[in-house]
C-alpha cells in the first residue's frame, strides 16, 4: 500500500474484507479520543487508544510499546497479516501518522493513513462500535529505526536534526507540558504542520522534497527527528516516504526525555 489513501479510495474499498479502519484520536490538552469516536467515526471504524500502544515508563512521555503489548493491541483492533490498514485521526495525521508508523516498524507494511482525516471523509459517520474478530497479527520489531538522547548528543556535525514542535515551543516561548522550555541546540525547527496544503492533505511529493532539502536533508545525511514525545515527529517520517526520501530515524523519548536531564543543554529563541 501507498503510505496515502484518500477518502475516495477508502469509500470504494470499505467493503474489503481484509480492510481494517483505526481510529486514533488523541488530545494533547486531555481530550477523550474514544469520546470522540464514540460521537462519530467512520463506520467499520475500531478506537484505539495512543496510551494502550504507549509503554507505562520509559525515555519520555510516550515510549514505544513492548512487543507483546503492540500485538495484543493489534489483534484486539482485527489486524492480521493479510490485513489492510488505514489509519485516521483528526488533526491533520500528527497522531495518526505514529500508529503508522508503529505498524511499520513492528512489521506490518500494509498499512496507510487517511489524507486529510477525519475532515476529508465525505460520508455518513456512524456511532456504532465496530467489533472485528480478532486478528492473528505478529509483530517483528525491526532494528535501526529509533535512537536515544546518547545518539543525539554525540551526533556528528553532518547530522541533521529535525524538531517537529510548534515555532513557539521550539523557541522557548511556550512550553505546556514538559520540564523545561526551548530545544536541543543545533536542532532545526521543523514544524510537521507545514507537511500540509491549506486543504489540511499533505503537500505534493516535489513540494515536500524541495522543503526538506531547504532543511539540509540530501544523499548520504543522516536525519533524526524529534518532536514533544515522539508522536508528531513520526509525520517526518510519513512525510519523507512520500517525498521518496531515506526515512529519518526517530527519536523516542524527544524533548520531554531531553528536557528532564538538567545536565542536556537546552537553547531557547529562533534558529541561528
Known amino acids: 500500500m501507498e503510505p496515502l489513501v484518500d477518502a475516495a479510495w477508502l469509500a470504494e ?3 474489503d474484507p481484509d480492510l481494517r479502519i483505526i481510529d486514533f484520536r488523541w488530545y494533547l490538552d486531555a481530550r477523550s479520543g474514544r469520546a470522540a469516536y464514540d460521537a462519530g467515526h467512520i463506520p ?5 487508544d495512543l496510551e494502550a500502544v504507549t509503554a507505562p515508563s520509559g525515555p519520555g512521555r510516550h515510549p514505544l510499546p513492548a512487543t507483546a503489548r503492540f500485538e495484543a493491541e493489534m489483534r484486539l483492533a482485527g489486524v492480521s497479516a493479510q490485513s489492510l490498514v488505514v ?27 487517511l489524507d486529510g482525516g477525519l475532515q476529508a471523509w465525505t460520508g455518513l459517520l456512524s456511532t456504532e462500535p465496530a467489533q472485528p474478530p480478532p486478528g492473528d497479527f505478529r509483530a517483528r520489531p525491526r532494528r535501526g529505526e529509533v535512537v536515544d538522547r546518547e545518539a543525539v548528543r554525540t551526533r556528528s556535525a553532518q547530522t541533521v536534526l529535525l524538531d517537529a514542535r510548534a515555532g513557539e515551543r521550539y523557541r522557548g ?3 505546556p507540558i514538559d520540564p523545561r522550555a526551548g530545544h536541543i541546540p543545533g536542532a532545526l525547527s521543523a514544524f510537521w504542520k507545514d507537511n500540509l496544503g491549506a486543504d489540511g492533505r499533505l503537500l505534493p ?11 539540509g536533508v540530501k544523499d548520504g545525511r ?25 526515512p529519518p530515524l526517530l527519536y523516542e ?11 542536556l543543554p537546552a537553547a531557547t529563541g529562533p534558529e541561528p
Open 13 to 15: 474499498h470499505a467493503a
Open 205 to 215: 511529493a516535489k513540494a515536500l522534497r524541495a522543503r526538506y532539502r531547504d532543511l
Open 87 to 113: 489509519v485516521y485521526d483528526d488533526a491533520g495525521g500528527s497522531i495518526a501518522a505514529r500508529l503508522w508508523w508503529l505498524l511499520r516498524h513492528f512489521g506490518h507494511e500494509q498499512v496507510s493513513m
Open 173 to 175: 516561548e511556550s512550553e
Open 222 to 246: 543522516r536525519v533524526i527527528v524529534h518532536c514533544g514525545s515522539g508522536v508528531n515527529a513520526c509525520h517526518h517520517v510519513l512525510a519523507m516516504t512520500v517525498a521518496g526520501l531515506q
Open 44 to 48: 467499520g471504524a475500531v478506537f484505539v
Open 253 to 263: 523519548g524527544s524533548w520531554s526525555d531531553w528536557s528532564r536531564h538538567p545536565d
